[in-house]
């Protein structure tokens, strides 16, 4: 089970940071990434990140400026998101693939959480 947290409305420029808590699966055996889902549209992969700390990034529009963090002892995932603009407003999904790896696209993560919704505007 993964339960998303930390959305909310933040003004252009701003930041947040999502969490999400996982549960009755062994955390270290999986990779974990997030995506956003604006409802009636394609789900966009973010980031990913393995086992072993590597990143994957899935998107260009979010390069630099969104980073991934997990960790395993308390079997959480982060999300920070820094420079926040109004088309990042969306619905954002922890997610998880069980393998070590990242697979190369958003739709190799086999399970996810409800979502949080973040809304960017002035």
């Known amino acids: 089970q993964l339960v998303e947290s930390g959305g909310g409305f933040v003004q252009p420029e701003g930041s947040l940071r999502l969490s999400c808590a996982a549960s009755?699966?062994?955390?270290?055996?999986?990779?974990m990434g997030w995506f956003r889902q604006v409802p009636g549209k394609e789900r966009e992969g973010l980031l990913c990140?393995?086992?072993?700390?590597?990143?994957?990034n899935y998107a260009e529009s979010v390069k630099g400026r969104f980073t991934i963090s997990r960790d395993d002892a308390n079997s959480m995932v982060y999300l920070q998101m820094n420079n926040l603009k109004p088309r990042d407003t969306s619905v954002y999904h922890c997610?998880?693939?069980?393998?070590?790896?990242?697979?190369?696209?958003?739709?190799?993560?086999?399970?996810w959480g409800e979502g949080t919704l973040v809304n960017v505007s002035s």
């Open positions: 997610a998880a693939a069980p393998n070590v790896r990242c697979p190369s696209s958003v739709y190799g993560l086999s399970f």
């Open positions: 990140m393995d086992s072993s700390g590597a990143t994957t």
């Open positions: 009755e699966f062994t955390l270290p055996k999986y990779a």
